[in-house]
């Protein structure tokens, strides 16, 4: 587990965007259960997460179609929260940093880490936004 201090700077770049925090596995159900488009973002310490997925994220959120309700949960910080999240991710081995997308409760688009890895925010951005345009 990270300290609480090293990593509220970093969860402060998507909650500050809008993005509601998932603590526990409870939290995860009725996210994903929710009717409509639910995003959830698996955040990292990693310098990919914060080089290109959480700048894309943002990035993304200013597009004109976007999910119902977005989310996020903290790899290292938030177990119970990322270890139920991981499960909706399947058949996706687990990864962090990632981006999901889920259409009424259904899994229908993935970002992982080796999609983020040397990827720039824009690219990130993009990608989401495609998603965005097809399932919202």
Not at 64 to 86: E, I, M, Q, S, Y
């Amino acid at each position: 587990m990270y300290p609480p201090e090293l990593v509220a700077p970093m969860k402060t770049e998507l909650t500050d965007a809008g993005i509601s925090e998932l603590i526990t596995s409870e939290d995860v159900d009725t996210a994903i259960s929710k009717t409509g488009t639910t995003l959830l973002v698996v955040n990292s310490v990693c310098g990919c997460a914060a080089g290109s997925m959480r700048p894309g994220v943002r990035l993304a959120l200013q597009h004109g179609k976007l999910p119902n309700h977005f989310t996020t949960a903290f790899a290292g910080v938030d177990r119970d929260a990322v270890d139920r999240a991981r499960k909706f991710m399947l058949p996706y081995p687990p990864s962090s940093p990632s981006v999901a997308l889920f259409k009424d409760g259904r899994l229908v688009h993935m970002i992982e880490r080796h999609h983020i890895e040397g990827r720039t925010a824009e690219m990130i951005a993009d990608n989401l936004k495609l998603a965005f345009d097809e399932y919202c």
